[in-house]
């Protein structure tokens, strides 16, 4: 597989020390919505330097609010930024318009209209009492929107929208906040999945969907990865349904695709690794059976410096309704189970939401059923696992950070989402955070000393900042 070079080291050791450690992880459940549901992400709305959530809210089937709304750190006070028909089964935001704040995105199942409200945060306004204006994108042409995500697509700086229908998928390009025009709309294998990555080191961002990836730059061309997601045909409606999480999870520099299958049961979570990800994918597993796996994520959960799972089984389907964290002994290879609750959890998400230096797990309990809620990561990153990603080779696939005296530099490629940095002291308390897009630079300005820093849900890096 590919490897990265080794370009800037961040203290003065030569290697990363990894450590297998299963203890378990310790979680506190905090209720955010005790009554409706609706699709969450963490997002810092007001520019606080917490992350609040945000959430789009449609609402139980037998009524309710139908909106996008964010619910403010940590007293979980709710602010509307906009009700409309919103019902789709996913949610997107980031910074579009380039002030420094987030925005919020929205589809409308109605009409398929797509759009985004901007934040009214700066230049001197208040998301929670300001009006968030709505802008016009364009009708979807994918029909209900399964998913959303908001990356550069094609290299320029600017922020586009992909969304996912159950047969197409459309590429909407930013021209300008206020003027946008559909690249693209790509008829593929049927149902449901979507994430979004360069998956063959070109420097553009690829699309991975149920079992297959599509190629940009080559007429998004389909790569088999598996077509156990995207052949079943038992003429149900829950045929080829699948969550798809990304993550490097033996280690090697490359991007590697998980996939679960969401709407019924009997089926297990898989990660796959490939020579050349054009060629033949090698399946390995993490679980032999998630049923109804509503949910997936990858991100370094006990931050020991590899990429661990987090999967669900939907709230009201079946007898197993668990929550769970696969902890991954470094390479892939073996994966032990923590169960985090057993009340269910639909499209959760990985975040941190309360600034401790760990990831947190947030989101509803099932497809329109709440409450909406985080189970907060309670561990000590510092203290357990002292020697997480110390002295890790800081180039990263999209993205690189050095030092300089009293400056943090964190370049984002422009192969790469729109990423919060997150800046965290050795003793874990953050110290700095910033929102960076896709081929721009940030310079955070910080005291003399160690640091730790994440990027996005990545695993922590240790860095040195000199006099």
């Not at 992400?41 to 330097?49: L, P, R, S, T, V």
């Not at 902890?327 to 309360?354: E, H, K």
């Not at 690189?400 to 308390?429: D, Y």
Request: with cysteine; charged share 20%.
């Amino acid at each position: 597989m590919r490897k990265q070079s080794i370009m800037h080291k961040a203290c003065a050791a030569a290697s990363i020390l990894a450590a297998v450690c299963f203890a378990e992880i310790p979680f506190e459940l905090v209720i955010v919505e005790p009554d409706e549901p609706g699709h969450s992400m963490a997002a810092d709305i007001d520019g606080d330097g917490f992350n609040d959530v945000f959430v789009g809210k449609f609402g139980p089937y037998n009524g309710g609010t139908r909106s996008i709304v964010w619910y403010r750190y940590p007293d979980w006070d709710k602010h509307v930024i906009s009700a409309f028909n919103y019902q789709t089964d996913d949610v997107a935001c980031g910074d579009v318009d380039d002030d420094g704040d987030i925005d919020a995105f929205g589809f409308k199942d109605d009409d398929g209209k797509l759009m985004w409200f901007e934040n009214p945060l700066l230049p001197g306004g208040d998301p929670a009492t300001g009006t968030w204006t709505e802008h016009g994108i364009g009708t979807g042409g994918v029909g209900f929107v399964k998913d959303a995500d908001a990356v550069d697509m094609n290299g320029d700086g600017k922020l586009d929208l992909v969304v996912r229908g159950h047969g197409t998928t459309a590429i909407w390009v930013q021209n300008s906040p206020t003027s946008w025009t559909k690249e693209t709309s790509i008829d593929h294998h049927h149902k449901e999945g979507m994430e979004v990555e360069d998956m063959d080191g070109d420097d553009d961002i690829d699309i991975v969907l149920n079992g297959f990836w599509l190629e940009n730059g080559n007429n998004w061309q389909a790569h088999e990865i598996d077509a156990m997601w995207y052949t079943q045909s038992t003429g149900n409606w829950w045929d080829n349904n699948c969550y798809v999480a990304i993550g490097d999870f033996d280690g090697d520099g490359d991007p590697d695709p998980a996939f679960g299958q969401s709407g019924t049961t009997g089926f297990p979570v898989n990660w796959y690794s490939a020579d050349a990800p054009t060629g033949t994918w090698t399946k390995h597993e993490v679980a032999s059976v998630v049923d109804y796996c509503q949910s997936l994520g990858a991100g370094d959960m006990d931050n020991d410096g590899d990429v661990d799972i987090m999967a669900a089984v939907s709230g009201g389907y079946g007898n197993n309704q668990e929550v769970s964290v696969f902890l991954n002994s470094g390479d892939g290879t073996q994966w032990t189970q923590q169960v985090v609750a057993t009340t269910g959890g639909y499209s959760l998400t990985l975040g941190d939401i309360d600034n401790d230096n760990d990831l947190d797990i947030l989101g509803e309990r099932g497809h329109h059923l709440g409450p909406i809620q985080v189970w907060r990561n309670l561990s000590d990153p510092v203290a357990t696992r002292p020697h997480a990603r110390r002295d890790a080779d800081t180039r990263l696939s999209t993205a690189s950070i050095l030092t300089r005296q009293g400056r943090i530099l964190v370049e984002l490629l422009h192969n790469a989402k729109a990423q919060t940095i997150e800046i965290f002291a050795l003793s874990g308390a953050r110290v700095r955070s910033a929102h960076i897009r896709a081929g721009t630079v940030r310079a955070i300005a910080v005291s003399p000393g160690c640091y730790q820093v994440r990027i996005g849900s990545r695993p922590l890096t240790r860095v040195v900042v000199p006099e």
